[in-house]
């Protein structure tokens, strides 16, 4: 761990190489190559160091001496992603370097062989970003079944159609009360961005599902990916949706009518097999209303203060408007309470601010506060807590590594 | 002892290191856990796998790693510790050899470590506190020379040596930060150079990248010379080489053994040579790479030699004895019987040994691996 002057230790590193460069193998209209490309716009130019494990992300950027990655990217084992990823983000921690470690995995790596070491590296709450870029197959081995294939699919160890339903890793990872869970879809570009601009301004574990469409798996057209994304979405099988601290159910976007058929339809996949349409949509239906349940009343479902020891504190995810910041504060002071500190932060999206207020009251105003703060239109999500500020401190230097975006630096009123 | 191996690592500033416990490596985790380091974290995961997945990307990070384990938990780490090899990162891996299960059993075996022997990583062999202790901070400086860049599995017999209580002197911080710089390793993870590590290779290149492990193995007994040169200014003492032996000059018989067998071995050879008797000791201590001219060297003018192995190879024989033979190939005049005892624990007393010394000075030719008991 010698210091290196060259590296930096504690400066941003902003870099000119595309996260993801031409040349790469993938198959055209791979919806995990367009998922990288799109998690390089949302990284804003920042450096970061990849932990990808065996999958088709580690098969298609090349072979030695050449690679597609413009930034370091560490090929692990199949299950050792968190692992690694771990060690990585530990050491940038001691080392003081504000890169964000991200793990980009597929489904077999995410669900089925790594599901211990992710489960283990989730209720640690490593720092750690974890993408699962899911497109329902073991695709790099020539498309197996993997647990996150849905039902009625066919692979080629499933010919007649998988019997079993696909297994609900959000349901799992939002199980663990990770700081933050996510599902992304290639045809909401900015719900992906401003959610990986939550995920790099929160701290701790973080569990993004991308559903990724894979037309050498699902037999599509290379052309549908993004339209195949779209559908998923519309029909309510892929149900765009946040998790704060495991508690707090957003729905991002519901299902608007479109029929299930015609998701299916541009699939050859669901095409030849017993395939009971009406058993999925019941399947889907039934999805939707344990979601809907969770996400009742949000964000002012659960608003109850979490954490032991330290300063009371509000954060407040709100979106960026004239007069938010008047409002929000205006629910604070009607209710008494005095405001110690402000920290204002501008989301990469620049679309959104987190709002951080530092309060003096006991916990039950806090939450009737919360409450409150949680019904103005433009707040996304309100936290309160009770711990360390999460934003750089007023009285400090703003440490460069809470920055995720250099150009629009933490304002501290 | 294994407070030892736990303090070693703590004075060689392991920076990073998961761990898992198992029986009985346990007491090393405990202890790395037990006191913050001042710069440096443990992290309690999940499985050995993981043990060694957070070693590697702390080390490609540029952090010093370190772990532990033993038996099943060495098996279920296994491709991890390929992995490590081949990414060349110097993390030391602490084994207390046990049998594995199942069926269960916990005592002493060497077939756990021994099974990690294709593996891209060096192994030592140690008989003693001070020669774990000493062997660890070697191992640090020998896998992260320039010149070698491999991770190193350090071994002690599970219970037999890793319980036991033995005066140790344990160096202090000064001079452990005098003889162990910090780690510069040349390939970790740079911000202004990014590479990819683990990737795609090509059937050529991984020959020669496979080819390029054996010149960092074949660079180890001279990389290895300086160390222990450098260990002996620092600390006034030198721990030993790859076949520290014994009363090998004039000797008609050698045995070869590794780890605690070898000191009761060296009982042996103390006894018999009061009656007179030619008799010889060679340790084997590390077992990679496996020095082939060293040992020969060491083996002297033996024309008998008995190797002692707690390990078993089925379809086979002992692991050390086919290296043994293998080096001494072409060597006709010699006669190499292979003795498997103590697996699982069993104890090896001086009377075994003994009566292995006696059936070896009878035998007119060498015969098959010989499962090796009390009693005969
Ligand atoms: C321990 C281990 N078992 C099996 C494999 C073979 N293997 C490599 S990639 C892969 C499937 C990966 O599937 P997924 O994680 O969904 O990624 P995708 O290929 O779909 O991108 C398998 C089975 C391996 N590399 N390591
Ligand atoms: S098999 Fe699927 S995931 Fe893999 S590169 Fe091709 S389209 Fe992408
Ligand atoms: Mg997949």
């Known amino acids: ?413 | 002892m294994l407070a030892a191996a736990g303090e070693a690592n703590r004075v060689a500033r392991g920076c990073c290191s998961g761990v898992y416990p198992i029986t009985p490596q346990t007491e090393i985790m405990e202890s790395l856990t037990a006191y913050p380091f001042t710069k440096g974290a443990v992290v309690t995961v999940e499985s050995e796998h993981s043990a060694m997945g957070v070693c590697i990307g702390a080390s490609i990070a540029g952090a010093r790693a370190y772990t532990a384990s033993a038996a099943n938990g060495l098996l279920y780490m296994t491709e991890n510790v390929f992995a490590a090899g081949y990414y060349r990162l110097p993390i030391v891996l602490v084994a207390a050899n046990r049998t594995i299960g199942p069926p269960w059993n916990i005592w002493v075996d060497q077939g756990d470590s021994l099974a990690l022997r294709d593996a891209a990583m060096l192994q030592f062999y140690c008989e003693s506190h001070q020669d774990l202790v000493d062997t660890i901070l070697v191992a640090f400086r020998v896998a992260e020379d320039p010149r070698v860049l491999l991770p190193a599995l350090v071994a002690q017999d599970g219970f037999v040596l890793s319980h036991a209580l033995m005066d140790v002197d344990l160096p202090d911080q000064t001079q452990v930060d005098a003889f162990l710089p910090p780690l510069d390793l040349p390939h970790r993870i740079r911000r202004d150079h990014p590479r990819i590590y683990g990737g795609l290779t090509w059937p050529r290149d991984t020959q020669r990248q496979r080819e390029d492990i054996e010149h960092a193995m074949q660079a180890v007994p001279h990389v290895m010379e300086g160390v222990l040169d450098e260990f002996e200014t620092v600390f006034g003492r030198r721990p030993a080489g790859a076949f520290p032996a014994a009363c090998t000059d004039d000797a008609d018989l050698v045995i070869v053994a590794c780890n605690t067998m070898a000191r009761t071995a060296m009982h042996v050879v103390e006894a018999r040579r009061a009656r007179g008797e030619r008799v010889g000791l060679v340790r084997a201590k590390l077992f990679r790479p496996f020095l082939r001219d060293e040992l020969v060297r060491a083996l002297g003018s033996a024309r008998r030699v008995a190797v002692l192995d707690r390990n078993h190879s089925p379809g086979s024989g002992g692991i050390f004895w086919a290296e043994v033979v293998a080096s001494l190939a072409g060597r006709s005049d010699v006669l190499v019987q292979d003795y498997i005892v103590g697996l699982g624990g069993t104890d090896v007393p001086h009377a075994v040994i003994d009566a292995i010394v006696d059936d070896l000075a009878a035998r007119e030719c060498a015969g098959p691996p010989v499962f090796f008991e009390e009693g005969g």
């Open chain 1, 1 to 413: 761990m010698a210091d290196d002057p060259a590296q930096g230790a504690g400066a941003v590193v902003t870099r000119s190489e595309p996260l993801w460069r031409p040349g790469n193998s993938a198959c055209a209209g791979c919806g995990m190559s367009l998922g990288l490309q799109w998690l390089d716009q949302a990284l804003h130019g920042g450096m970061l160091t990849l932990v990808v494990p065996a999958c088709c992300a580690v098969a298609t950027p090349g072979a030695f001496p050449d690679s597609a990655y413009g930034v370091p990217a560490v090929g692990s084992t199949f299950a050792s992603s968190p692992a690694v990823a771990t060690g990585v983000s530990r050491v940038h921690e001691l080392n003081d370097e504000p890169d964000p470690t991200i793990c980009w995995a597929g489904d077999g790596g995410t669900y089925d062989i790594g599901m211990a070491t992710l489960s283990a590296a989730a209720e640690r709450n490593e720092d750690v970003i974890y993408v699962c870029y899911d497109n329902e197959i073991y695709g790099n081995t020539g498309g197996q079944r993997s647990s996150a294939t849905p039902a009625g699919a066919r692979t080629t160890t499933t010919p007649a159609g998988k019997p079993e339903p696909k297994k609900d890793v959000m349901a799992i990872m939002a199980a663990h009360g990770v700081p933050y869970a996510a599902t992304l879809s290639l045809a909401h570009h900015d719900d992906f961005m401003r959610k990986l601009a939550v995920a790099q301004t929160t701290r701790g574990f973080r569990f993004l599902l991308l559903l990724s469409p894979c037309p050498a798996g699902w037999k599509s057209e290379p052309a549908d990916t993004v339209e195949l994304s779209r559908l998923a979405v519309a029909c309510g099988v892929f149900p765009l949706y946040e998790v704060f601290n495991g508690r707090r159910y957003r729905i991002n976007a519901r299902a608007d009518g479109t029929p299930l058929e015609d998701y299916l339809a541009r699939q050859k996949r669901f095409a030849g097999v017993a395939f009971d349409v009406e058993a999925a949509r019941t399947a889907t239906k039934e999805k939707w209303a344990r979601l809907e349940a969770l996400a009742a009343n949000f964000p002012t479902t659960d608003v109850s203060v979490t954490g032991d020891a330290g300063h009371l504190w509000l954060r407040v995810l709100v979106e960026d408007r004239p007069s938010v910041l008047a409002r929000v504060a205006g629910q604070v002071s009607r209710r008494g309470v005095n405001i110690e500190t402000v920290v204002v932060r501008h989301l990469p999206d620049r679309a959104h601010t987190y709002i951080t207020l530092g309060v003096d009251a006991d916990e039950a105003t806090a939450e009737r506060v919360a409450r409150g703060i949680a019904r103005l239109d433009a707040v996304v999500d309100v936290e309160p807590f009770v711990g360390e500020c999460p934003e750089p401190q007023a009285e400090q230097e703003p440490k460069a590594e809470m920055r995720p975006d250099p150009d629009t630096p933490p304002t501290v009123r």
